[in-house]
């Protein structure tokens, strides 16, 4: 693989982590402000932080890599659009967990190619997704309390 494609996968994956930030951040903050989801809105606020404070850490690298972001509005309104929609909190996180592994992959394959590996983002990007898997796998299991426990102690101790 040469430079070129080397630096366009990055930024290209990079992008795409940063703008899947900020729209984790707005779906999960939407869905925290719906009344038929009161009993989950710890959780979702939970989620929405673990998102912005992951999009926070990325904006860095994005800026270093010189990638244009915009004002990351069509991301945020797709994320807010989305929450807005109604559902059961059991098939939100059927299709959480369901949709997480692609977004790890990508994350993993990014860490793969950046020019710092180690970099404290890249490394906070995979465990927070790592996290909210876990955290679905909880919820499907019926652990509730465990679960939102689990983001807790994830934004705890994640740098």
Same mark, same amino acid.
């Given at each position: ?6 630096? #366009?996968?990055?930024?290209? @994956? ?8 900020? +729209?984790?951040? *707005?779906? =999960?903050? $939407? ?23 992951t999009?926070?850490g990325l ?8 990638i244009?972001v915009?004002?990351g509005?069509?991301?945020? #309104?797709?994320?807010?659009? @989305?929450?807005?929609l ?5 098939? +939100?996180?059927? *299709?959480? =967990?369901? $949709?997480?592994?692609?977004?790890l ?9 950046a020019p ?14 790592q ?5 679905a796998?909880?919820?499907m ?5 465990v679960?939102?426990?689990? @983001? ?8």
């Amino acid at each position: 693989m040469n430079d070129t494609t080397t630096t #366009r996968n990055y930024d290209d @994956l990079l992008l795409e982590a940063y703008n899947g930030e900020l +729209f984790g951040n *707005a779906i =999960f903050s $939407a869905m925290a402000s719906r009344d038929e989801w009161h009993d989950h809105r710890e959780a979702l606020q939970l989620l929405a932080t673990i998102e912005d404070r992951t999009a926070a850490g990325l904006r860095p690298l994005v800026d270093a890599a010189g990638i244009d972001v915009g004002d990351g509005e069509e991301a945020r #309104r797709s994320g807010r659009e @989305l929450g807005a929609l109604g559902g059961s909190w059991d098939g +939100f996180v059927k *299709a959480l =967990f369901d $949709a997480l592994p692609p977004f790890l992959a990508n994350f993993a394959r990014l860490r793969e190619v950046a020019p710092d590996p180690h970099h404290p983002a890249i490394a906070a990007l995979v465990a927070h997704e790592q996290t909210i898997s876990a955290f679905a796998q909880l919820e499907m299991g019926g652990f509730h309390d465990v679960s939102t426990a689990l @983001l807790s102690r994830y934004l705890e101790t994640a740098q």
